[in-house]
């Protein structure tokens, strides 16, 4: 296989692939997060806050993987 | 690609978005005049309302004081606790900055955020593994090592996975992710702005596609608004991150 | 120092192919710079006036909070006053309705007693005027019916006797008369 083919189909690939996890995780994280503020309104605040943490941390590994697509389109390029 | 690229001005690759050749002396191209403009921007957002302060403020001053004091309470007292004030020294610049780097974004003219070049998230994320250390130093003593890689209650055998791992989490991940989070979403939201709005511009300008021009360009409208949100929450997520790492230093226990 | 590894890695070539990813020198350099001048000039000028501020928003809040706190706490008590005092009319007005209740009771024991006894003493005045109605109808009526008698002895005998002979003589005979029925 072409090293620049592979590397483009490795790019695309690498966030499609890093994009998944984290999109089940966030979706858990918010669901959790309303559920919390809906039974305890007067903690809202407060889950709200934690609740971008959690987003903050899962989301990351969606961009590692949005780095890895940078890295292997500069190794294509 | 290639009609596009006779009529609308595309660029060759993802790169040359990113690519500002210096326009001064001493390397200084756009991207360092736009921190210098974030910069400036930032010191009269926080200096000017508080100039003459008064008690009935006016609106400017109660918005700017609103945000001022989310910053103190949200992230600095719900999280660092009772030592918040210590810190309010770095939390509050940062996210002002953070704040108006990001949102150059979507400000007309500008249209380009500084923090999707990798050189302050970077520095930032480094001098919050400076700060983050030097606290827990500072506090623990060089106990603060041991409390950190050690997690109280593991049995001994469980170490040797323990220590590496919780090193490479610590002292490796936590600056990365800090640095790439930012840096990565601004990056992205760039990205999408321009795909959006070059396609916008080349329906327009190609005549039998012209019907087909306000998909796009309702797609740029509604990620432009997305944008004024990603900026914000960015810098917030990034002060807030930072108050958490600080907070983990102070105390031993996780 | 720590920053040393950014500084090696930063891309300094033309578009290396980590280009988008590394921070590139001069502005890294320049974003350092501006930071730590943004920070020296914000807590420089800007930070002592926040604060001041801030501090003066929240001596009012606070003394705000705390005259509203008076301000409920005098109230309350106002509001507890009146309610003792609602509470003593209250017993005040039962006790003087209560009082009433017993006045109008003994009251009306008094005027039925007095009724009763006015009904009993009228009523056995009747009865003795009855009485001696029927005494003096009777004695009346046992007059006639001597003189009656008398008359019709005389009439029947043709003998004149003597008058309070006769009466004597027929008296006799009723109180028989009466003795016997």
Do not use: C
């Not at chain 3, 003087?96 to 006894?117: M, Q």
């Not at chain 3, 007059?143 to 006799?172: G, N, P, T, Y």
């Amino acid at each position: 296989m072409d090293p620049q083919a592979a590397a483009l189909l490795g790019a695309g690939l690498s966030y499609g692939l890093a994009a998944i996890g984290p999109g089940i995780g966030i979706g858990i994280v918010v669901g959790n997060a309303v559920q919390a503020m809906v039974r305890q309104p007067e903690m809202a605040g407060q889950v709200r806050t934690t609740m971008f943490l959690g987003i903050a941390f899962t989301e990351a590994l969606a961009l590692f993987g949005l780095l890895l697509f940078f890295i292997l389109f500069g190794q294509a390029g | 690609m290639m009609v596009w690229a006779q009529i609308v001005e595309v660029p060759e690759d993802i790169n040359h978005l990113f690519d500002w050749p210096a326009v001064l002396p001493w390397g200084i191209n756009r991207v360092v005049l736009l921190t210098f403009l974030a910069t400036i921007l930032t010191f009269l957002f926080l200096y000017i309302p508080f100039r003459k302060p008064r008690i009935v403020p006016t609106k400017f001053q109660a918005m700017v004081e609103s945000l001022v004091e989310m910053v103190r309470n949200t992230i600095g007292k719900e999280v660092i606790g009772s030592e918040s004030a210590k810190y309010e020294w770095l939390l509050i610049p940062m996210f002002f900055w953070l704040f108006f780097l990001n949102i150059f974004e979507i400000t007309p003219f500008i249209n380009f955020p500084v923090t999707s070049r990798m050189a302050i998230p970077a520095f930032l994320a480094m001098f919050v593994w400076v700060v983050f250390i030097f606290v827990g130093i500072k506090k623990q003593g060089l106990k603060y090592f041991i409390n950190t890689l050690v997690p109280p209650g593991v049995p001994a055998p469980l170490l040797i996975l323990i220590i590496p791992i919780e090193f490479i989490s610590v002292f490796l991940i936590r600056p990365i992710s800090l640095a790439v989070r930012l840096f990565a979403n601004m990056i992205a939201g760039h990205m999408m702005l321009t795909v959006f709005f070059l396609t916008t511009s080349a329906y327009f300008v190609l005549g039998p596609k012209l019907i087909a021009f306000p998909v796009p360009f309702a797609f740029a409208v509604v990620i432009t608004a997305f944008e004024v949100f990603v900026s914000v929450l960015q810098a917030f997520i990034f002060t807030l991150l930072t108050a958490v790492y600080i907070e983990s230093s102070l105390h031993a226990e996780h | 120092m720590t920053l040393a590894p950014l500084l090696v890695f930063a891309a300094t070539e033309e578009r290396s192919s980590l280009f988008l990813i590394l921070p590139d020198i001069h502005e890294l350099i320049w974003g350092i710079v501006s930071f730590v001048v943004l920070v020296f000039l914000i807590w420089k000028f800007a930070g002592p006036a926040l604060a001041a501020t801030l501090e003066a928003r929240q001596q009012a809040v606070v003394q705000d909070l705390r005259e509203a706190e008076t301000a409920k706490e005098q109230a309350e008590s106002l509001l507890e006053d009146y309610r003792k005092q609602l509470a003593d009319a209250k017993d005040e007005a039962n006790r003087i309705i209560e009082a009433a209740r017993e006045t109008a009771e003994s009251l009306k024991a008094e005027l039925v007693s007095k009724a009763e006894a006015e009904a009993d003493q009228i009523v056995s005045k009747a009865r003795s005027e009855v009485a001696a109605e029927r005494e003096r109808a009777l004695a009346e009526v046992r007059q006639e019916v001597a003189d009656l008698s008398i008359e019709l002895a005389e009439r029947v005998v043709q003998e004149s006797i003597d008058r309070d002979a006769q009466r004597q003589l027929i008296e006799r005979y009723l109180n028989d008369l009466e003795r016997m029925s």
